[in-house]
């Protein structure tokens, strides 16, 4: 990720956006950019349900929650694997606000992202309007961690969707005025 950033305006990234499903992605990127010596921080965007930002916070393992509608992350229980310490920043991400960056980034690349790329997605944007709104700035990192078409019958159905997700088009209208740090 680093190399290919080398020629980038801001080749450091002030951040890099994971989710988190053992949090060994979260766990192996913290300790590169520790061990670098980057000025980079790591921030895991989590599915609500997960139980991961509320142990980021409260260091209590034996947390248990009800998990993720959001396939590949966020988790009912503490992984071994998830390292607290590396991580800089936990968003939490509601389930319609992750289907919907997943269908406004699908739009803005022209190819199909899934739920939880949305999830990271919908980090980022956050991240961007703190830094924009403090007159910051540099480069923020992430992963296209899932390819949409897996996903045509469920989070990229209408009806399947509205009923085991939401309505999304309010959470869509949020993110778009957000990609204008305007929200």
């Known amino acids: 990720m680093f190399q290919q950033m080398a020629r980038e305006r801001f080749p450091v990234p002030r951040w890099v956006v994971v989710g988190a499903g053992t949090g060994g992605t979260s766990a192996t990127i913290g300790r590169f950019v520790r061990y670098q010596r980057q000025d980079t921080q790591v921030c895991v965007a989590d599915p609500e349900g997960s139980v991961f930002a509320d142990?980021?916070?409260?260091?209590?393992?034996?947390?248990?929650?009800?998990?993720?509608?959001?396939?590949?992350?966020?988790?009912?229980r503490v992984e071994a694997s998830f390292i607290r310490t590396l991580v800089d920043c936990m968003i939490t991400v509601r389930n319609v606000d992750s289907v919907a960056a997943m269908q406004v980034l699908s739009q803005l690349l022209?190819?199909?992202?899934?739920?939880?790329?949305?999830?990271?997605?919908?980090g980022m944007l956050a991240?961007?309007?703190?830094m924009h709104e403090r007159?910051?700035?540099?480069?923020?990192?992430?992963?296209?961690?899932d390819a949409g078409e897996r996903y045509l019958?469920?989070?990229?159905?209408?009806?399947?969707v509205a009923q085991?997700?939401?309505?999304?088009?309010p959470a869509r209208e949020r993110l778009q005025a957000q990609l204008n740090c305007t929200a």
Do not use: M
């Open 55 to 76: 142990y980021h916070r409260t260091g209590d393992a034996s947390l248990t929650g009800p998990g993720s509608q959001i396939e590949g992350i966020g988790r009912p």
């Open 110 to 122: 022209g190819r199909k992202v899934g739920p939880s790329t949305g999830t990271n997605f919908v």
């Open 127 to 130: 991240l961007a309007c703190e």
């Open 135 to 145: 007159g910051e700035r540099g480069s923020i990192l992430s992963l296209l961690c």
């Open 153 to 160: 019958g469920t989070y990229f159905d209408e009806p399947w």
């Open 164 to 169: 085991h997700i939401g309505d999304c088009a």
